[in-house]
């Protein structure tokens, strides 16, 4: 296809949005865009070609040209019969403040998507719904039937099974000498305290360090206090480097003879709402864990700043009951050509008990799977794009080391996950060989209009397909927004409110585009050495 001028758009830009309206994808810098498009590479494998840039107007757009063609045989899965002929052409516009279009055009016929419908909020609200049902699968089944309107032709679930840890009673005082309660809950695979709770002189550390530093005999028989001082982030980078305090300072209390640790939550918000998480042991017999929601933990520790003993009272009552059965979600958009690959997406279903999910992570499935449809209505791509909603990802991603283990022989040539909430993707970093440079680039430009530039780093593809990418497979990150992901992580503030409709609808945009041109491109997507 040869190079097209680009849409001109009589629409508001993405900036004049209202004063009062919730974040986006903020504004775009046309002049930046043309820029990016002069710097696009134009020459696709086959012979294909891409136009990228923006309108001299208010709005602006990205056009490219993926390649392929065929026609569409036996259609099976999520395949019904409405879409014909591969995708060759996707463009993106801005189309308002608070609304993208996704265009797909192939064969006969273009499909445009004005994305400001409820497709991808209805599946995360049937993920936050708290239905008692037997296991994961069933669940998935809802959400996919929601997003499918029933035209679903067959939806997978494939078990694994996980250790399961359950909540109990939960509590925390202050009794002497400034008596007051405390909102604390247990972190996952905490040990237990009896009935009565533990009652003991607490010790503090401001970090995990001083705790690793400290002599036995000033942890043995206390209750120990950590702190920490992560910060919001756009890009999360906090949690990684503070999160030891909840991953591993329970563990090293345990190994110095602590009768119980309690840190403070590792999160950003000043709501007196308390966030969970895994521990790991590691082999050493778990004692009571717990987090202290933030405000309460800085007023323990001015309690300790006083130079007087400090006792406090913890009752912590979960229990393990063994292992049980959990299950991985799969759905498939079937490719033309078997040969060309898999693109391997998703997210994971299960959540912590303490909120519905909502941002952690229905938004996630949603977002992958919505995007998933919009190609698939579009034609038969060339690639199958393969959608796992993962199993028990938080309690240590069994089900993600189950699917790999069941799946390494297979082809899979690209792996991304949405596992970061619901907030606006403002960057994209790529793991890819340099002969697809310019498939690459081609993703880039697309993005470009939305706010997303092209960053750096390399790609993890999330928690639960980053082994795929340490082994070589190629990853796009879309990274998200994380200024406010830890206000609600793991809390009981993840509810679906939290999820701004505008910025849902500037993710399943970004992934539509990125998908589109990924499932139709005519270059082999390559692999990558193992990462050491």
Known sequence: MPSTDLEQSTSKPYTTRPANASRNAGGVDDAAVDRAADGADNRAAG???????????????????????????????????????MIRTVRVRQ??????EVSLAGGLRRRRYRLDDERASRVVKAGVLRIDVPDAGCLGRLAASCLLRGRVREIRVRIATMPT????????????????????????????????????????????????????????????????????????????????????????????????VVIRSLGTDYHRNPHTGLTSWQGVT???????????????????????????????????????VSGNVVAEVPGSDPDAGILLIGGHLDSWDLGTGAIDNAAGVAITAAAAKRVMDSGRPRR?????????????????????????????????????????VWRMDSSFTEANKPLVDRIAALLFPLGIPKGSGPAGAGADLGDW??????????????TRYFDLHHTPDDTFDKVDPAQLRQNVAAWTAMLAVLANAREEIGRLPPRK
């Open 165 to 260: 840890w359950l909540r109990g009673a939960e509590s925390a005082e202050i009794v002497g000498p400034y008596a007051q309660k405390l909102a604390v809950t247990a972190l996952g695979h905490s040990g237990a305290t009896p009935p009565g709770g533990v009652t003991a002189q607490v010790v503090g550390f401001a970090n995990v360090a001083e705790l690793e530093a400290a002599p036995e005999a000033k942890v043995r028989g206390k209750i120990v206090f950590v702190s920490h001082a992560m910060r919001a982030a756009q890009d999360g980078s906090g949690y990684g480097y503070y999160g030891a305090v909840r991953r591993a300072a329970p563990r090293i209390g345990a190994q110095k003879g602590a009768l119980a």
């Open 286 to 324: 778990p004692i009571p864990a717990a987090a202290l929601a933030i405000p309460d933990a800085e007023n323990l520790q001015r309690m300790l700043e006083r130079d007087k003993p400090v006792t406090m009272r913890l009752v912590l009552t979960p229990r393990f009951v063994g292992e049980q």
């Open 384 to 424: 199958t794009i393969r959608v796992v909603w993962f199993g028990s990802e938080e309690v240590g991603g069994f089900g993600s080391k189950a699917y790999m283990a069941a799946h390494k022989d297979e082809k899979i040539v690209f792996v991304s996950e949405s596992d970061f909430g619901a907030d606006r």
């Open 95 to 100: 189309v308002g403040w608070d609304a993208v």
């Open 469 to 482: 990418a340490t082994a070589g497979v190629a990853a796009i990150d879309l990274q998200q927004d994380g």
């Open 47 to 85: 012979g294909a070609t891409s136009a990228v840039g923006a309108s001299a107007g208010s709005g602006s757009t990205g056009e490219t040209s993926t390649g392929g063609g065929g026609r569409v045989a036996g259609v099976r899965r999520w395949v019904g019969r409405r879409g014909r002929g």
